[in-house]
C-alpha cells in the first residue's frame, strides 16, 4: 500500500512494561512498496518501541509464547499469525498472560 | 508396504503444515458467527458463544464438586491479576441471575499488598491499591485490603489446623439447597438491607518496625526460589487469619489450569510432592476448618486473557518478586517457561498435566479425628514426609549432607561441638555459620520448607509466630520423650 499505515497497538497484562509503561501507543508506520506484515510489525516493533529486555516480548521471528496477539479484537490464529497483512487503523493487543511481564 | 518411495511421498506431504482455510471461520458451535477466538488445539468460538461457554465452565465447575453450600461466606482471594480479576466477575455475575439457579454465596475479597517483599515503593503501592479499591467499591462486596506486613502480628494459632465445624445437622448438598430456597422465599427485603449493613471496609495501616522486619526477613534469603515459596507461605497463613477471623470457611483462589500446571511441575522439583493432590486440586482442605477451593482450574491462561479483554473485565497489573527476572532467576520462572514453550509446539501439554493433576485426589480428613499439630509442618501445614526409617531416599540424602560438610569443618569445631552433646548426626551444627536454632526448626518441617529454612541466613528473621510455635512444639516433644515410658501406646 502506498499510504502510510496508522495503527493503534496495546500491551497489558504486565508487556506494558517493557514499553516504559505506556498501555496505548499510535503508530504510524513508514511507507514501503510491499504491505505490511505482522512479522514486519513486530520487527518494526523491536527495533523502535522496546525499550528494555526484547526476549521478554519476543522469541526469534514470533512473540513469546504466553503472549496472546488480538488483531481487531480477535485471535491472530485465525487471521493467520505472522502472515496476516496489516490495514490501515487496524487495532492490535498484546498480552502478556505469563508472570515476568 | 513394499513401495517404500510411495509411502514416504505421501508422509512427505502430510509433513508440511497444510493451511486450514482460517479466514472467515465460522463458530464450531453455533456454525453462525463470525469465529473470534481458537481455545485448545482447534476450536473457534464467535463472541457470543464463548461468553457463553466461560460462563458456564465457573458454575460447572461449583456444581459439580459441590463444596460451597448456600448462604456460606466466601473469601475471593484477589491478587489485581486477570485470572482472580475474571472469577471476581464470574462470582458478581453468577449471584446477580434471577433465575433460580443463582448461586448462593456470600463472597468477600481479599488484597494482600505484597509491595514490601518486592521492593515496589510505597507510592506504586498506594496507586494499585487505590485501583483495586475502585474495582472492589462496583462490586459492593466487603473487601479486606492487607499488607504483607500484617505477619508480624499473627497469632500462633494459624499454623494450628483447625478442626471442621461438626454441623450438627450435617445436611446433604440436596438438603440445604432445598431448605435454602423455602427459606429464601421469606427474607429476601431484610436480605438486601443486612447485605448493604455487612459492608465493612477493612484497610490495615502497616507501622514502619514491621516494614523494616519484612525487608529483614526477605533480605535473608539468598534465593529467588526460596522467596517466592516464603512469601507463598506468608500470604496462605494471613488469608487463613483473615479468613479464620470475619467466620468465612472458603478461600477462593484464582489459579487458571496453565499456573496450576506450572506450579505442579515446580512443586515437584521443589520436594513438595506429597502434598501435590491439595496443593493443585480442586478443593484443599488442610487447614481444617477453612478449605481452599480453586474453581478457576479449568481455564487456560489465554482464555482468561481473551475473555477479560473482549468483555472488559477490570483488572490490575502489580508486579511481582519473578516480573523481569531472566528464564533462570528461580524454579518456578524456569518450570514456567518451559511449559509455556513446549506448549507453544505441543499444544497438549497444560491439558496433560491438567488431567494428571485431576487424578491425584485429596483424602478428605475425617471428621472427629483430631491430629496433634506435631505430626503437620510448621509452615505449610501439610503431613510431616520426613519421619522415616533409615532406608529411604531421605534419608540417603542427609547422609550425604552430613558427609560433604565434614570435610569442611575445623577439628577443633568438631571436638567441641560433640563434646556439648548437641549431636553431629545431621551435621547441621558442625559448620561454624549454623546456629543449633536452624538444626532444631528442621525438625518440624517437610523437605521443602527444610530447604526454604536451610537458604535462610537468619532464622530469627522470622515472622514472631512461627519462632513460638516452633519453640512451643518443640518443647513438647521434648517433654514427651522425657515421660515416654510412662505412656500407653495406641496401638493401631
Request: aromatic share 6%; glycine share 6%.
Amino acid at each position: 500500500m502506498a499510504a502510510p499505515l496508522g495503527l493503534h497497538l496495546e500491551f497489558g497484562g504486565g508487556a506494558e512494561l517493557l514499553f516504559d509503561g505506556v498501555k496505548n501507543h499510535h503508530v504510524t508506520l513508514p511507507d514501503q512498496s510491499d504491505p505490511w506484515d505482522m512479522k514486519q510489525l513486530l520487527a518494526w516493533i523491536r527495533g523502535n518501541m522496546l525499550k528494555e529486555r526484547p526476549e521478554l516480548f519476543m522469541q526469534g521471528d514470533t512473540v513469546r509464547p504466553g503472549i496472546l496477539v488480538l488483531i481487531n479484537d480477535a485471535d491472530w490464529e485465525l487471521m493467520g499469525e505472522l502472515e496476516y497483512q496489516l490495514q490501515d487503523q487496524d487495532n492490535v493487543v498484546f498480552i502478556s498472560t505469563l508472570h515476568g511481564g | 508396504m513394499c513401495q517404500v518411495e510411495e509411502d514416504y511421498n505421501g508422509l512427505e506431504c502430510k509433513q508440511e503444515k497444510i493451511p486450514v482455510p482460517t479466514l472467515n471461520r465460522k463458530c464450531m458451535k453455533c456454525k453462525e458467527g463470525t469465529a473470534v477466538l481458537i481455545i485448545r488445539v482447534s476450536d473457534a468460538f464467535c463472541r457470543s458463544c464463548f461468553k457463553e461457554y466461560f460462563i458456564h465452565k465457573f458454575r460447572a465447575m461449583l456444581g459439580k464438586n459441590r463444596v460451597i453450600f448456600p448462604q456460606e461466606k466466601v473469601l475471593l482471594a484477589v491478587s489485581g491479576g486477570a485470572a482472580s480479576c475474571s472469577m471476581l466477575a464470574q462470582v458478581q455475575e453468577g449471584l446477580s441471575r434471577d433465575a433460580p439457579k443463582k448461586l448462593r454465596f456470600m463472597p468477600g475479597i481479599i488484597y494482600i499488598d505484597d509491595g514490601g517483599a518486592c521492593g515496589r515503593s510505597s507510592e506504586e503501592r498506594q496507586r494499585s491499591v487505590d485501583q483495586l479499591k475502585s474495582i472492589f467499591t462496583e462490586t459492593g462486596f466487603p473487601y479486606f485490603i492487607v499488607p504483607l506486613e500484617q505477619v508480624f502480628s499473627l497469632p500462633t494459632s494459624v499454623l494450628v489446623p483447625g478442626t471442621s465445624d461438626p454441623d450438627s445437622s450435617n445436611p446433604s448438598y440436596k438438603q440445604a439447597v432445598d431448605q435454602y430456597i423455602k427459606e429464601k422465599q421469606k427474607l429476601t427485603e431484610e436480605e438486601a438491607a443486612s447485605a448493604v449493613a455487612q459492608l465493612r471496609i477493612e484497610e490495615s495501616v502497616c507501622s514502619p518496625e514491621h516494614k523494616l522486619a519484612l525487608e529483614r526477613l526477605f533480605s535473608s534469603l539468598n534465593t529467588l526460589t526460596a522467596k517466592e515459596d516464603m512469601l507463598q507461605i506468608l500470604r496462605q497463613h494471613l488469608i487463613l487469619h483473615i479468613a479464620r477471623e470475619n467466620g468465612y470457611s472458603k478461600v477462593m483462589m484464582g489459579d487458571s489450569c496453565s499456573r496450576l500446571a506450572v506450579k505442579l511441575l515446580s512443586n515437584i522439583a521443589l520436594g513438595r510432592g506429597a502434598a501435590l493432590a491439595s496443593d493443585t486440586g480442586f478443593s484443599d482442605p488442610r487447614y481444617g476448618d477453612v478449605v481452599i477451593v480453586r474453581p478457576m482450574r479449568d481455564y487456560s491462561s489465554k482464555e482468561i486473557a481473551a475473555y477479560s479483554r473482549m468483555f472488559h473485565v477490570p483488572s490490575v497489573f502489580i508486579s511481582g518478586l519473578d516480573t523481569k527476572t531472566h528464564d533462570k532467576a528461580s524454579i518456578q520462572r524456569l518450570t514456567e517457561s518451559f511449559v509455556t514453550n513446549l506448549q507453544a509446539d505441543f499444544p497438549s501439554t497444560v491439558s496433560t498435566i491438567y488431567r494428571t493433576s485431576e487424578k491425584l485426589h485429596t483424602v478428605m480428613p475425617s471428621q472427629g479425628q483430631t491430629t496433634e499439630p506435631a505430626s503437620k509442618c510448621l509452615l505449610c501445614l501439610c503431613a510431616l514426609d520426613t519421619n522415616v526409617d533409615k532406608a529411604s531416599a531421605f534419608h540417603a540424602t542427609l547422609v550425604s549432607e552430613q558427609l560433604s560438610q565434614i570435610k569442611l569443618q575445623d577439628t577443633s569445631h568438631d571436638a567441641r561441638c560433640c563434646a556439648e552433646g548437641q549431636g553431629c548426626g545431621t551435621g547441621g551444627c558442625c559448620s561454624s555459620n549454623r546456629s543449633p536454632e536452624h538444626q532444631d526448626l528442621k525438625t518440624l518441617l517437610c523437605y521443602s520448607c527444610r530447604l526454604t529454612i536451610k537458604d535462610m541466613g537468619a532464622v530469627d528473621a522470622l515472622p514472631p509466630y512461627i519462632i513460638t510455635e516452633a519453640e512451643k512444639r518443640q518443647k513438647r516433644s521434648r517433654m514427651r520423650m522425657e515421660i515416654s515410658e510412662y505412656l500407653l501406646e495406641d496401638e493401631d
